[in-house]
């Protein structure tokens, strides 16, 4: 189990190097040809006035320098896996260079609690430049020992990874004594099932978590949806929904899909095919009476398989029915899936954790995690 949830640490670290937002914000960067033109003519102040609108709420914290002069830095300094890249001039000569971070310890920290229930520890482990040999997104080899903390022993998980813009970033997971229900009758049930756990906490932080309790807010106290819907407006109602598609309005937070309704009438319905995890919510005039409802999402099917693989190393397949999500990480994937148990496919074994899910507006969906049982260990 404590491995399981360790690989787990390590993998949500390599997302905050190599991962989807991290490669979208990256690419924002270095297809700037402001940044570009500031960062030539060495202005410091026109390079920060590029840099804020390039933020959007994915980078936290980012420092441009041309040759070995800082420009412009930006955002938190206690952040994490910083992405290094090079700023390019037109004619494709690099004339800076960049490190940013999408993710601050903090919020790696909060992350891997909701997603392990363990303890996590942060650390400086040295204010050296983290070996050279470390790619982006790569940890130094874990750690396992016991420890004992305020009077508890706990099974720890530790691992080295690096602090932004560099220097070396110890951390530690402790884990107390695990609850039965998380002990299957094998050592693959139980790697399984941990595994499967985290999987079904991904789903739950999209339908409760932060993200999703921020956007519910906003939704509800937008004025123009509310006078949009109080009027049985279909065009402003929809005018409203693309507002909350434009990233100036939210930071770690985006809302994929909005379905408005007054009374029993659709007003509009705007946002992705394949959604998940409608959060409801309610809209109420200036005296509190509630006159319409809404669902909406922060999260489509395609952004919770990736997630979910991402962080698991599990392949991820979601079902409504029959009629499987094309962006599961197995197409067409095994013909039946168990909620628990032993499940074979393409000559490989793989151990299978399954849950009930809601699909967007409704109807059931199923997720499946399943992990190779070649890449099972026991500690």
């Known amino acids: ?33 402001a940044l570009a033109a500031a960062v030539e003519r060495e202005e410091p102040f026109a390079t920060r006035v590029v840099l804020q609108g390039l933020l959007k709420g994915q980078i936290l914290a980012i420092r441009v320098l041309r040759g070995s002069h800082l420009l412009a830095a930006i955002g938190a300094a206690n952040a994490l896996a910083p992405i290094r890249g090079s700023v390019r001039n037109a004619q494709g000569e690099i004339v800076g260079s960049f490190v940013l971070s999408v993710y601050t310890v903090r919020d790696y920290a909060d992350l891997l ?18 070996q050279a040999a470390l ?29 932004f813009p560099f220097g070396r970033l110890r951390i530690t997971l402790l884990l107390g004594k695990p609850s039965p229900s998380m002990c299957g009758s094998t050592t693959a049930e139980t790697i399984a099932d941990t595994i499967g756990a985290v999987g079904r906490r991904i789903y739950q932080g999209e339908l409760a978590g932060a993200s999703a309790t921020a956007a519910l807010r906003l939704a509800e106290h937008s004025a123009a949806l509310r006078t949009a819907v109080a009027r049985d407006d279909p065009a402003g109602a929809r005018a409203a929904i693309k507002e909350f598609f434009s990233s100036h309005l939210y930071s770690h937070f985006h809302i994929v899909r909005v379905r408005a309704m007054l009374g029993s009438r659709l007003v509009a319905d705007l946002g992705g095919p394949f959604v998940l995890a409608p959060v409801p919510g309610t809209l109420s005039d200036s005296a509190g009476r509630p006159f319409g409802r809404f669902l909406l999402s922060v999260q489509d099917d395609q952004g919770y398989v990736i997630l979910a693989h991402n962080f698991t190393g599990a392949q991820v397949i979601l079902r409504a029915g029959k ?57």
Do not use: C, K
């Open 135 to 163: 790619g982006p997104g790569q940890a130094e080899a874990p750690s396992f020992e016991e420890v004992v903390r305020q009077g508890r022993h706990h099974h720890a998980y530790a691992f080295t990874g690096e602090a």
């Open 1 to 33: 189990m404590l491995d399981a949830l360790g690989q787990t640490s390590t993998h949500v670290y390599s997302d905050a190097a190599v991962g989807r937002v991290a490669g979208e914000a990256t690419r924002r960067v270095e297809h700037s040809s």
């Open 113 to 130: 609690r909701s997603l392990t229930r363990a303890q996590v520890l942060t650390s400086s482990a040295g204010h050296r430049p983290a």
């Open 323 to 379: 009629r499987q999500v094309p962006w599961s990480t197995l197409n067409p994937g095994p013909a039946v899936i168990p909620e628990r148990g032993q499940v074979e496919y393409r000559g490989i074994g793989y151990q299978a954790f399954s849950f009930s899910a809601q699909a967007f507006p409704s109807g059931p969906l199923r997720i499946s995690l399943l992990v190779p049982n070649s890449g099972m260990r026991g500690i």
